[in-house]
Every structure is written in C-alpha cells, then in structure tokens.
DNA sequence: CTGAAAGCGCTAACAT
DNA sequence: ATGTTAGCGCTTTCAG
C-alpha cells in the first residue's frame, strides 16, 4: 500500500494537459498559460496533493534553492542568534537552509572539520554559503568550489565577508573600563588560533597594554578554566576580559566557587551581547554587536549579484557598560 | 569563464570507463569493481575536483538524504538545544538537516505556519522530519505526505513522539516548592493554546492548586509583561513557575524593575533547564529536559524503521532546587 | 498558447 | 566485472 507520491505527470494526466503546460501552469515559467487551463491544472495539483519534488526541479534547472549555514555549535547562543538571522532572510526568499556543525576545536583540527563541511556541502550545489564558524589564524581560506560564500567575522582576502569590528570593539571597552577607574587586567580567551580570538585580544591589549592571557576551549566551561588558572596562578586583576559572554559565564561561575565576588572583587566583561547577559547577575558587561542581522546580512551578501569581494563596513560593536564592571 | 563543475561523465570520460563504473567507484554500490579501474576512477575525481550532485543522486535514487527540523525560533535556546542534538546524529549518519521557523506565534496563526513549513518541506521528500515547533491543543496533527516524522513534547495519535513529561514535571516541582515552604503561588504562561503549555500549567495546578495563571507571548519580553501585569493586579504571590526558563528570566526582570527581589522577595522558578539558567542570579530553580538528548531522539525516532507510533517512554523532567526559591 | 521531446546528473536494471 | 541504456521528476528548447 505504498501510497505513491503524485509526480507532474499524475497531474497533467489529471487536468488532461501536457507535462509542459502543467509545469508552466504550476510555476511561474515565463511563458503564460490560458487561465482556464492554469485553473484546471491548479485544481488536479491540489486535488492529488501534488507539491512539486525540488530535487528534481534543481537538477532540472540547474540551480539549487538551498544555502548552506555553516556554524561552530548551534546550541551556542552566539551562532543561534546569527543562525536566526539567516533562516529569516531564507524563509523570506523561499529558500531552504542547510545548517552543518563542526565543532568548536582548535587548531589544526578545526580546519580539517570546515574544510570537510565544505567539501560535504560542495555536493550539494548551494545558491551560497555562510560561514559563521571562526576561521583560524594563518589558514588558508576555505575552498570552495564557484558557490558564493560569505564569512562573518573574520574575513580572508577573496572571500565576501561581513567584518566584524572585532579589534576595535575590544580596544573601546579597554578605553571604557580604563575610565572607568580599571588599570590592572587580564583576558579570558579562546583558542588562540582563531582569528576573531586573536582580533579581540590585540584590540585589548592595544588599549590595556601588556596584559596576562590565559586561553582555553570557547565554552562555559572553558571560560570556568581559565578563571581558575588565573586564580591559581596567583592573579587577582581588577578586571578580566572575557573575548566572549559565554567565556565571561564561566568566568564569573569560577569566580564565585573560589568566593571571589564577580562586579564587586573583580569586575568582568565580555563580548558579542549575546540575549540574557543582561539578566545574569551583576548584569555583565559586554560588547554588543547585532548577530541576527549580521546572520541575516551574511547571506544577503553571499546572494548578491555583485560579483565583487566588496567588503560593506565592518558591522558596528558597541560597548554596553553594565553593573559587573562598576566605577572604580 | 563559467567554471563548470566536473560531472560524473567527466570523471568516466577521463578515467576512461563507463558512466555505470565510474558511479559504481565512486559511491558504495552493491557491486564490486577492479581495483585497478577503482583507482583511476578515485584519482580522475580527485584531479577534476569531482564532487556528486546530491540533488541528483536523490532523484535517481528516490530518495533523498534530508532531514527537515522544523522550530520555532532557532534563536530559543531551547530550539538550539534541541537543534543541536538533531544536528549531531544527522551528520553521524551522513545526513542533511534543513532548517525550517514557523515563529511563536499563538492560535489559528501558529497552526497555519507549521502547515504552511510542513507543505515547503514535502517538496524536499525528507527522509524524515522533526517537529519542535510547540503544538496546539485540539490542532488537527499536522499533515504529512508519507515521510516519517517524529514530534518533539506534545504527541499526537498517530505521529511518532518524544513525549516530555511536562504534567509530571510541572507536578513534581509544585511538590517540592510546597515542601520548601510555599503556599501561595502564580503562574506565568505562554499562549494558552500550546500544548506543552497547557501540560505544564495543569500539572502544576494538580498539587498547587486553582492558582492564578497570567498569560503572555513564549519568550523573555512575554515573561516580563505577564510579570508585571501581575503585580500592576494586585497580586504578591510568594512564589511565580514560568512555564518556560526564558520567561522565567523575564520575570525576574519584571521583578527588579518593580524594586523587588527575584528569590528572596519572591520565589520564581522556571522549565527547561536551559544552559545558563545556573548562572543568572539568583540560579533559577528550573525542571530539566535533556534537550540536545531529546533532539537526538527525535530524530532517530523519527528515522527508525519499526513502523509503528511506538512512543518511547516519556522522557523524564528532573526537578533541580536553587538559590530562586529558597527554603521559606 | 500548447505539446513533443531532449536533456539535467546520476543510478540501476539488464546485457555482455 | 564492465558497459548500455532506460529511466528518476522536472524544465525548457523547439515546433506547431
């Protein structure tokens, strides 16, 4: 009893019309069709449940209506906000978005992932592709077959990128909290092979000065590490920048097991605003920067006709000063 | 310059064999082919830069290798959670996951969406689908071609289901608040029409009792309006359950602004156990799902040949006390 | 405006 | 074991 999928041939043969006609009457062809026949078609489609199989119709037309999201960990609240932005401008344009994950790793490990995802989704013939996951310091740019791609982020020569004004959001908190009466720092940081790791440390440090560095995985828990490094190693900074609110948490939570009061003992900062660091407490301090639209932008761009590598200005980030960073 | 990609023929023309060896090399067929051949096959690819057209292979195949997620709001970290799981088990298994949001949205609204997502999604012909887009009470279960789906929380006769005991959840933390000393008690809730809703409003009224329920949109600002317009009522309740942690945290807002304090002035607890709800402040009290786990599970359900509805055992929400409802 | 027929890139009988 | 040849479901020339 396999109920068998109504193909464009069941309906044609239904409305009594050709396989072209039908194909005309059910998507908009250029050429027209006699609208009593697009009723009679209309009618049989909907009559067989038939709904068009876009496999075939890509194969067939030669173009796909897919885009591929690439991302480090969709759980991540950082590339969730920007995988929102991208299934909203995808939803809007009836296309369908893949979404693949490769992992949060370091080094060596992290290229070979994304160029596997890569090579993965080539077969796929994507209209375009974003990647949203951290590209690594000194790596060669993701190769790509002629799909267009777009990077957030960290851009790499060649490719379409929406930069993120990662050194200079970092350098203006260091110039805030320095106002704000902090002159003794450390850094929270990722793997320190990824460049937007790398672009936020070096905008701190252009501000801050020379300050200790402690990296580690670009999780909660990794964040929760370094902060106890820290701490073991003896550092009591007057405040610590975390290159990310996710790291920033961590930070925070290890502070606290080691009774060391976040905001009040040592004030803590992060980076990218991501939703409910507002609702932690203290409310932490962040660097703010727009992912959904910035998600949403990455695939506008990547769509775009223009065939240029035209970089538009690098995504403002804005520094959002909150109770875990009080004066000083 | 149209750089044309490399297709099968290509790869046969240059190896020098047939259209059926070059497939048979390329990909596991049944049949068996002369390692000879199968090595210039695989080196022809590899110089061409060979990649196969999935969109093909799935029409010549009849069947496809797309999974289809359909969610809310893939920027809920609950949905992310969730996602995250599907997304793991998907690329085990060499799977594609498209990504489909139908939005928040409450009533007639929110039926017509999930329609409208299930309708684009049997063009794809999906192996398999997952829904984790909240359900309606009394919505007639959504209505697929034949592809096997698999419904996350709130099942429906006759669609395969992840059930979450969201009744039992919501029951056994109302005991527990009661065991801490609570006796008078609010309810902040999303649209009343979602079933997952509901569940867990009537499990917390099953021992809590008729308590005041106020409803709002599922998300963070939903929360903080039901919140408010609790207290603009009149009510001072020792302690709120928001149906979901993201309203939770919403409401401890409310509360802040209103100049009283979240878990000492008023208890709140949430749902979810989402990621960070250990760290807001104070730690929101929460009933935990294993939402990357329950995404997994969803998805191999859904994938899973035994053709019947068997629905696994419920999956158990796991009451977790902290610092938002201390003993009274 | 409509229909017949040739593909799209690949797989799977069916030969050989 | 390899090659030939129909298709898969759809679009799109190209004729009528």
Redesign the pocket.
Known sequence: MSEN?P???DVAAHA??????A??A??G?A????P???ERVLASASALG?S??VQ??A????TTNVVALVVGDIADPYFASIASGVVRVADERGLIVTITATGLYAGAASVEREQAALTALRGQRPRAVVLAGSRVVGAEPPTTGRERVAVVGSGAPGLRTVSVDNTGGAARLAHELRSLGYADFAVIAGPEELVTVRDRVDGFRSVAGEVPVEHAEFSRDGGRRAMSALLASGARPECVFAVSDVMAIGAMAALREAGIRPGEDIAVAGFDDIPLVADVTPALTSVALPLADIGARALELALSDDGGTEDAAPVAAEVRLRASTPRR
Do not use: C, E
Request: proline share 0%; aromatic share 4%.
């Open positions: 999928v193909t464009l041939s009594g019309v050709s396989l072209a006609t194909s005309r059910l998507n062809s050429r027209t069709v006699n009593a026949l697009q038939y068009a199989n075939a119709q194969v067939a037309r030669g």
